[in-house]
């Protein structure tokens, strides 16, 4: 059954219904409503409800949670997951599981709660400190988003990895027709590391801490070959008309929204565009968008920032074809018409 | 015919964004006032919070910084020891004081530091929509605590003049309200004497004002003030708490008597 | 309202008046009033002055938006 839910109060459901049971945040615009959400439904479904008293302690009782076995998640904006880098960084070293929702606002510093896209860096090239990578799922839809908040989850307990949903302002905020549909149980590997006493086994530690240097080089390759896996079977993305696309737009989230309507208006005219959304942004489809980008005449990346995920495409494309950027700043989105007019300008000019 | 009251040389005369009735807009006049009777307009440098007055900057005609949630007194340390002849102020509600800024305002309590903290209290987090503040009261309904803050989940509420008064160095901590006339001379009183205080380079000076928010705590304006008088008051008492200045003069009227 | 009767009374500057209705609570003669007939720029009914200030100064004290001005003789202060 349908329901008309907004972006936030949906996702905050679906992580419930993945089995969240313990939540930890704190205010702060644009993603209110999610911490409202679940302070009222933690209880009703037995679950723990703490507002923190700072984005650090929400992602440090994240980290207790998790430790002693549980689905756990934090869920912030921009300026409050700066704070929780530290708290994620420790999760990544600790192979602890882990959610983080970040709803994303304009920046940097306290910028505004306007939607934006400028934290993708932040999210994919690490954030926190050491050679660590979070897995990060961009929804596009509120239906979406509660399908990768739980996706997140299972992602997290299969890989004992911290997951980032990169939502914002925009899709955090709007009401769409929600179906909660039921699930297969994800096969997932037990968990033989988590804290609950020493009681029948030898006691266990969780730390990051490895003082003699070759030691904490195994540790680290050990979670580089984690890594690698996860490039290797978790890379998501969705292509929309690119077969014959002599232009293909590359952006997520929102601004592909919008770059959906573009192409839309652009194809009613006769132009030949098409759109690749990746959905993982890490592990990023490198190779899917080169392979799409080389069959047509150049790409047109739009992003709600200065350009972070442009650099990503640089990387899928090299030098094969050329990569146009077009973005807005400050909590503003690209419309699809202004897509339409870079893509315009494209068309008369290089092509 | 004179004009005994007339409009604070140190704020600007504009509408300001704040809901109406809400108390920010008397405690931005009395430091305004408080500034113009000590003449140190051209030298005062405020911090804002994050918070409703993220936007005092737009009100009171000093130098402002912004500082980043619950870190002001940290960047009013950084101000004061590099400009010591400045008057430096942190204004701070009761999420960026008392929650994510407990560790900055301990500490640079604890180091004395010359400068002054207005700490507005209202026991809810108004710019984020009505959230728990760690100054709610047991009991009391906010987006976060729908069924009201339970001692089991959520704890009590902190008391900071109390909190603050176990440590050495503040110079002078004050706890007043502004739910009355009355009331409001008495802390106009106490924020100028906070000031005089950091102008005559004496250390650190706090006064929480225990306000309002008649938006999200779901009351008008007058019974939002009655709400405070009778249900904050018994939990934050009024008086003052340190005030090493008055003990002072009476050690020294006791040595000459 | 006016400066001939050496009468206190004050001033509303209505652009600024948010329609709180403090003012009207504290003062301890009723002399103000929202007035329903005027809407001001900020869409609210405004506070209004109707007469019979004593000079309290409670309305000023209470006034978030610093719109009231009270306008009463200073007393001739004591000289030593």
Redesign the interface.
């Known amino acids: 059954m349908k329901q008309l839910m907004t972006g936030n109060e949906a996702m905050a459901e679906a992580a419930v219904q993945a089995g969240c049971r313990f939540y930890f945040g704190?205010?702060?615009?644009p993603q209110?409503e999610f911490?409202?959400y679940m302070?009222?439904r933690m209880?009703e479904v037995g679950g723990t409800?703490?507002?923190s008293?700072?984005?650090?302690a929400a992602i440090n009782m994240v980290m207790g949670a998790s430790a002693a076995g549980f689905r756990a998640m934090t869920s912030s904006s921009s300026?409050g997951i700066s704070l929780k880098q530290e708290g994620i960084s420790y999760m990544a070293g600790d192979q602890l599981p882990a959610v983080v929702l970040n709803v994303v606002r304009g920046g940097p510093g306290?910028g505004n709660i306007g939607p934006a896209q400028c934290d993708y860096f932040q999210a994919t090239k690490g954030g926190g400190h050491g050679d660590y990578h979070c897995i990060v799922l961009a929804p596009s839809t509120v239906q979406e988003g509660t399908e990768l908040i739980q996706d997140a989850f299972d992602l997290a307990d299969k890989y004992r990895n911290p997951v980032i949903i990169l939502s914002d302002g925009r899709l955090g905020q709007m009401m769409e027709p929600v179906e909660f549909k039921p699930r297969k149980p994800a096969n997932l590997p037990p968990k033989d590391y988590i804290l609950d006493g020493k009681k029948g086994r030898a006691r266990r530690v969780i730390c990051s801490l490895f003082l003699s240097e070759p030691v904490l080089e195994e540790w680290n390759k050990k979670i580089q070959e984690k890594l690698m896996r996860i490039e290797e079977n978790e890379v998501r993305y969705e292509t929309t008309m690119v077969e014959d696309a002599q232009v293909i737009l590359v952006a997520y989230g929102t601004s592909a929204r919008n770059c959906k309507e573009a192409m839309r208006t652009l194809r009613s005219k006769g132009r030949k565009v098409g759109v690749f959304r990746p959905i993982t942004l890490w592990p990023f489809p490198y190779d899917a968008l080169g392979e799409v980008v080389k069959k047509s005449r150049g790409a047109l990346v739009v992003e709600m920032s200065a350009g972070q995920m442009v650099e990503d495409v640089y990387l899928a494309v090299k030098d094969m074809r050329p990569v146009f950027f077009y973005g807005r700043m400050g909590g503003l989105v690209p419309s699809a018409s202004e897509i339409v007019q870079q893509v315009e300008k494209i068309f008369t000019k290089s092509m | 015919?004179?004009?005994?009251?007339?409009?604070?040389k140190s704020?600007f005369?504009?509408?300001?964004h704040?809901?109406?009735?809400?108390?920010?807009?008397?405690a931005h006049?009395m430091i305004a006032e408080t500034l113009d009777e000590l003449g140190v307009q051209d030298r005062t440098i405020a911090v804002a919070p994050?918070g409703c007055a993220?936007l005092l900057y737009n009100y009171l005609d000093v130098d402002c910084i912004?500082a980043?949630?619950?870190r002001a007194p940290a960047t009013a340390t950084g101000l004061k020891r590099s400009r010591p002849d400045c008057i430096v102020f942190t204004y701070q509600g009761d999420?960026d004081l008392a929650?994510?800024g407990?560790a900055e305002i301990i500490h640079a309590a604890n180091r004395g530091e010359n400068f002054t903290t207005i700490f507005v209290n209202n026991a809810i987090?108004g710019?984020?929509?009505g959230?728990?503040a760690?100054t709610t009261l047991v009991n009391q309904k906010t987006?976060?605590?729908?069924?009201g803050r339970s001692v089991k989940?959520?704890g009590y509420p902190i008391r900071v003049c109390e909190m603050l008064n176990t440590l050495e160095a503040p110079y002078y901590i004050e706890r007043v309200s502004i739910n009355?006339?009355g009331k409001?001379?008495k802390a106009k009183k106490a924020i100028l004497k906070a000031f005089t205080y950091q102008k005559e380079g004496r250390g650190f000076t706090f006064v929480e004002v225990v306000s309002t928010c008649?938006t999200n705590w779901g009351l008008?304006?007058?019974d939002a003030?009655k709400w405070s008088a009778e249900n904050m008051e018994p939990v934050f008492t009024l008086g003052v708490f340190r005030d090493k200045g008055a003990e002072k003069e009476q050690n020294e009227a006791g040595e000459t008597k | 309202m006016s400066?001939n009767d050496?009468k206190p009374y004050i001033e509303i500057?209505t652009?600024?008046c948010?329609?709180?209705?403090?003012c009207?609570?504290?003062c301890p003669k009723q002399c103000i009033e929202i007035d329903g007939t005027v809407v001001n720029v900020?869409g609210?009914n405004p506070a209004k002055y109707v007469g019979g200030c004593i000079?309290?100064?409670?309305c000023?004290?209470?006034?978030?938006?610093?719109c009231?001005?009270?306008?009463?003789?200073?007393k001739a202060k004591k000289t030593a």
């Open positions: 704190y205010p702060i615009t209110n911490i409202a302070a009222r209880p409800f703490i507002q008293e700072s984005e650090i300026p306290l | 015919m004179q004009t005994t009251k007339s409009h604070p704020l005369p504009v509408s300001t704040y809901c109406g009735g809400c108390g920010h807009g008397i006049r994050v993220v912004e980043a949630h619950g999420g929650a994510i407990t987090y710019m984020t929509g959230q728990m760690p987006e976060t605590t729908p069924s989940n959520e009355t006339p409001i001379r008649p008008t304006p007058p003030m | 400066p050496k500057v652009d600024r948010k329609g709180c209705e403090l009207v609570s504290v900020k609210v000079g309290c100064g409670s000023v004290l209470v006034c978030p938006d610093v009231i001005e009270l306008c009463k003789e200073e």
